[in-house]
């Protein structure tokens, strides 16, 4: 058995005694070997934990206690004798539960993430041979073989190394690549040490042989991939509202069924088997059935203009959660930058230049026209953009189909590649006039790069590197076209640039060159790094960023107004994150940077205290962004946590709403997260933010709308108790069915469809102990909008008995009398709904100023309901079903009257409100 050691030891160890304790060589396995050690360890993949059956998840959506609710309320009306009104109610939990399953599956489309991530073949020394083998089979002691453009297999020491740059973004969120060779250097911050290749990592430039330390899941992917899989989804606070609102509901309705049981018993003197019928009626009637797919509806219609505004909802139920926001971690690279490396500034001894997208503009000077330099006009710069264009291995490869440029390389090098395209260098014709006939390869030691160049009979040696590195193998400086000896007030200025841009977040490279006259080609090939790199002529630098997203402000904007809190957790440097939190208004100059080695310090009091302040995290570890986000919900805060890597997912999963890039964003972070941007953008965030608010508002808009219809519902019953009888029920339970499941639904849908209302960005995030039945929607429910259609249909029962000739007629409770009565009933409440519909829209604002007529589906809705109306009245089969009859003329001019003023007295109302709050 191979003992796995971890990638701290097995970096610092000596490379025999690692070798030794993997029982290898490095000629790698036999194939024998391999093959027994396979049946050992295993293959090399992510066992992830099982996952939830189709068939569990589909049932879930039937398993809420709304839907248990539902369930009851369709049994009790089979026991009040209304089969139909069983079977119709189970009939729309069976079309709810069907398209809320149907929702989540179509957005959550299930995808092997951490299989995506892995080569599918590696070449492997096995037997003194190189073979070809599926990844899977490789295992500990294995020599496998790496160039630039390959995906790391396992976690490996490297055995030989030519200059190999590793993009590691993945693991740490840094946008620059760790450069990697044999010999062993700690390196800044988990992961970085110089040996040590990881798997899920990508190789950027250069070869290298490695030996494999760990494979599947004792890899440091594999890990975090265990510690993502740990967490168990958290129940979203609208899933928890809703089941607080169904407790209410269920113990309004238990209750005022009883009442109506006791009053039926005591006061009408009902038999008791009558009475409890009657109060199940009542319980049935108050239980808004209609609640749950308007809710589902409305929420599948927030996801549709999310994805609209590049935001995949994954899980309904986040779409809500994200109104709730009010903590933001946000990784920096790719979500607040472009996770595109740019050379923001040139810096010669003549002068410093600005690059901007069309060309330079020389800083301190007019150019002519006022207009940037599009073409490079010094000898200096000249020299600077053909050392930076002839020195270079990277290809970046343009698509008009992509949004960023394909890179063939490292980032570094490819924005200097840009960087050259818009001087309007042409590097493929240089390179003709002059070849390149060596190259020195970049190593981490010396940290530099050298390529040689004939031009007839002269050697051009083009150099680049860290200016602590380069600087001290240069003799003179090019100034204004002309070589001269360097002087310590020339390197005084030069550090003086070079700490300037650093202590802006900016990374500085250095360029050199020399000339000498070509002897023959031994004198080529005896070009090596002692004697070709050094009395170089210093020429200048490049100070480069990955830059801010252009949308970032006004998104970082947006959300200091809605009081969310942005923190920046990143795994990059303390100085560049900083300079980016500061550059986007993110922070302010105060902010206080913590770094993973002192959050590791730091106990839960004080990292509490912390997170009260303006704070930023850099150079974190996988488990240190979980530990933040763990800390924030403990505080009560409602968590957002964005990423891309592998090393964001646990965070991810952790948070209230774990937001993945759709673009950049590996497949392990897309698993993990609730939501996915299609667009990798912050400001699609903000953007769903706002969604998710008025998600919540509209909820509350059709919640109310719904329950307001329970009291002229309830009413016409009480009429018929408190009068013993002699008042006949002036609405059947059929006709109550035909409110709670046919007009309220798509007016309700159209509520969900609402616009935001001004100023929903301006507000502070709602609170916890806020709920969707708040006392004031009671209020607005039963005693405003509810009591008004109470009257009103009350009215309209004794308006059609009036107009059949009461109070000289008894009120009769059968015939065609007695039918319109009650088809008059339902009509009066549907009209009041009507104009519900309309007062709904706005809590404060006149229905007149957002347009009256811009909400289409509300107007859809009203058609609908009317023309339901006429169909139940209509048709002679629905007739007897539903106990209704045609209306006369009269009735339908008496009906059509009935929205005006409710909806007036509603805007007195309106008004009123907004002129207490400006004063």
Not at 13 to 32: A, C, H, I, N, V
Not at 620 to 649: C, R, W
Request: proline share 4%; with cysteine; hydrophobic share 45%.
């Amino acid at each position: 058995m191979i003992i796995m050691k971890s990638e701290n030891k097995a970096a610092t160890m000596p490379l025999t005694q690692l070798l030794s304790d993997l029982k290898t060589s490095d000629q790698g396995l036999s194939e024998d070997v391999a093959a027994a050690r396979l049946k050992t360890v295993g293959q090399n993949t992510i066992h992830r934990q099982k996952q939830q059956s189709q068939l569990l998840i589909f049932l879930k959506n039937f398993t809420s206690l709304m839907a248990i609710l539902l369930w009851v309320s369709g049994i009790i009306a089979m026991l009040s004798g209304s089969v139909e009104l069983g079977i119709a109610i189970w009939a729309v939990n069976i079309i709810n539960g069907v398209f809320s399953y149907w929702q989540e599956h179509r957005a959550a489309k299930a995808t092997d993430s951490l299989m995506a991530m892995l080569p599918t073949y590696t070449r492997v020394h096995r037997d003194g041979k190189v073979k070809q083998i599926n990844a899977l089979d490789l295992v500990p002691g294995d020599v496998f073989d790496l160039q630039a453009g390959n995906a790391v297999p396992a976690d490996a020491r490297l055995l030989e190394a030519t200059s190999v740059q590793v993009d590691q973004s993945a693991l740490t969120g840094e946008t620059v690549p760790e450069s990697k060779s044999v010999e062993f250097t700690p390196g800044e911050g988990k992961y970085a040490e110089s040996n040590i290749v990881y798997a899920g990592t990508a190789v950027g430039a250069g070869t290298a042989k490695a030996v494999v330390i760990a494979t599947g899941m004792a890899t440091e992917f594999g890990k975090i991939a265990s510690l993502t899989e740990k967490q168990s989804n958290l129940t979203s606070p609208l899933t928890l509202e809703l089941n607080r609102l169904t407790k209410q509901i269920s113990i309004i309705a238990m209750i005022i069924g009883l009442l109506f049981f006791l009053t039926a018993t005591f006061f009408v003197h009902y038999p008791v088997n009558q009475s409890f019928i009657f109060a199940l009626g009542m319980i049935v009637a108050f239980i808004p059935e209609g609640l749950l797919p308007t809710v589902t509806l409305s929420l599948a219609r927030g996801v549709q203009k999310m994805a609209k505004r590049h935001a995949l909802v994954k899980d309904l139920n986040s779409v809500e959660t994200l109104g709730e926001t009010t903590v933001i971690c946000s990784d920096k690279t790719g979500t607040l930058t472009q996770n595109q490396m740019t050379v923001n500034h040139i810096w010669v001894p003549t002068g410093e230049f600005t690059v901007s997208g069309q060309g330079f503009v020389n800083n301190g000077q007019v150019e002519k026209d006022g207009q940037p330099v599009s073409k490079v006009g010094t000898p200096d710069l000249n020299r600077l953009i053909s050392i930076a264009a002839l020195n270079n291995d990277t290809q970046v490869e343009n698509n008009g189909k992509l949004k960023k440029p394909k890179i063939l390389g490292t980032p570094t090098e490819a924005a200097l590649v840009i960087l050259c395209q818009k001087a309007g260098f042409d590097t493929a014709a240089h390179l003709k006039i002059m070849p390149r006939v060596k190259e020195l390869p970049f190593d981490s030691r010396r940290k530099m790069m050298t390529t040689v160049h004939r031009e007839g009979n002269q050697l051009d040696i083009y150099v680049k590197g860290a200016l602590s590195d380069l600087l001290g193998q240069c003799t003179q400086i090019q100034v204004n076209g002309i070589s001269r000896e360097i002087t310590a007030a020339d390197k005084e200025s030069i550090d003086a640039a070079n700490e300037k841009y650093a202590a802006q977040g900016l990374r500085s490279l250095a360029f050199a060159y020399r000339s000498i006259p070509f002897k023959n080609q031994t004198q080529v090939d005896g070009l090596e790094i002692a004697n070709a790199e050094k009395q170089l002529i210093f020429v200048g630098l490049t100070a480069m960023s990955d830059p801010p997203r252009p949308e970032i402000y006004g998104a970082v904007k947006k959300c200091h107004e809605a009081q969310i809190k942005i923190i920046m957790v990143t795994g990059d440097s303390q100085l560049t994150a900083k300079s980016i939190a500061m550059q986007i208004g993110l922070t302010s100059d105060k902010a206080r940077v913590i770094t993973g080695a002192e959050l590791d310090t730091l106990n839960d009091h004080d990292l509490k205290e912390a997170l009260q302040e303006e704070i930023i995290f850099a150079r974190v570890a996988p488990e240190q962004k979980y530990k933040i986000v763990s800390t924030l919900q403990s505080m009560g805060e409602v968590v957002a946590s964005t990423g891309d890597g592998v090393n964001d997912a646990p965070a991810l999963k952790k948070a209230n709403i774990g937001v993945a890039m759709g673009v950049t964003g590996t497949d392990v972070a897309k698993d993990a997260a609730n939501m996915i941007l299609t667009d990798d953008n912050f400001a699609s965030i903000v953007a769903a933010i706002e969604e998710g608010r008025v998600v919540y508002s509209n909820l509350q808009k059709f919640l109310l709308y719904i329950l307001n219809s329970n009291m002229p519902e309830a009413v016409p019953s009480a009429l018929f108790l408190f009068s013993r009888g002699l008042i006949p029920l002036p609405l059947t339970i059929m006709q109550i069915l035909t409110v709670d499941l046919g007009t309220d639904l798509l007016p309700a849908l159209g509520l969900g469809s609402e616009a935001a209302e001004p100023g929903v960005m301006q507000q502070p995030p709602r609170a916890k102990t806020a709920h969707l039945l708040s006392k004031r929607i009671l209020w607005k429910a039963f005693a405003w909008y509810g009591a008004i259609a109470s009257v009103i249909s009350t009215l309209a029962y004794f308006f059609a008995n009036l107009q059949a000739g009461w109070p000289n007629r008894a009120l009769l409770s059968s015939g065609v009398g007695y039918s319109r009565a009650t088809t008059m009933t339902l009509a009066a409440i549907i009209f009041c709904q009507i104009a519900a519909a309309l007062n709904c829209r706005t809590e404060e604002e006149s229905i007149f100023k957002v347009g009256i007529f811009s909400n289409h589906i509300i107007w859809v809705g009203i058609v609908v309901e009317v023309l339901l109306l006429m169909i139940l009245s209509y048709t002679p089969v629905l007739q007897s079903v539903f106990h209704m009859t045609p209306l006369l003329g009269q009735d339908w001019l008496f009906l059509c009257v009935i929205p005006i003023p409710i909806v007036l007295v509603e805007e007195g109302r309106k008004w009123v409100q907004r002129k207490r709050k400006r004063s």
